[in-house]
């Protein structure tokens, strides 16, 4: 069992920098894939970025194609947590940021539908 808990966002202006934290419960947080989604009313949540690690080929980050360029997700297994630092923010960054835990395989990593865990979601608003 893992429990997730965001927090980080807030208002900023557009061009403005906001650092997102998940802090994860559970002794086996290094073995997950860690993803950061996002929702807005009456939309899908949209995947934004995953953290991925393995023996085999070490760390993996993925980015939706919207936030490629200015987001950029980390992780630090020693305090249990992973970043989402945003950059560059636009309006339309607008939503409820929510983070997700789970064992997705590569070619589905970016569906929420393949996570196991999740936040309560921080809000995040930019304005214009």
């Known amino acids: 069992q893992v429990q997730l808990v965001e927090s980080g966002g807030g208002l900023v202006q557009a061009g403005g920098s906001l650092r997102l934290s998940c802090v994860a419960s559970?002794?086996?947080?290094?073995?997950?894939?860690m993803g950061w989604f996002r929702q807005t009313l009456g939309k899908e949540r949209e995947f934004v970025a995953a953290?991925?690690?393995?023996?085999?080929?070490?760390?993996?980050?993925y980015y939706g194609d919207s936030v490629k360029g200015r987001f950029i997700i980390s992780r630090d297994n020693a305090k249990n947590t992973v970043y989402l630092q945003m950059n560059s923010l636009k309006p339309e960054d607008t939503g409820v940021y929510y983070c997700?835990?789970?064992?997705?395989?590569?070619?589905?990593?970016?569906?929420?539908?393949?996570?196991?865990?999740w936040g309560q979601g921080t809000q995040v608003t930019v304005s214009s």
């Open positions: 997700a835990a789970g064992t997705p395989a590569t070619s589905v990593l970016t569906s929420w539908q393949n996570y196991d865990y």
């Open positions: 953290y991925t690690w393995n023996w085999r080929n070490g760390v993996s980050t």
């Open positions: 559970g002794r086996t947080f290094s073995t997950y894939t």
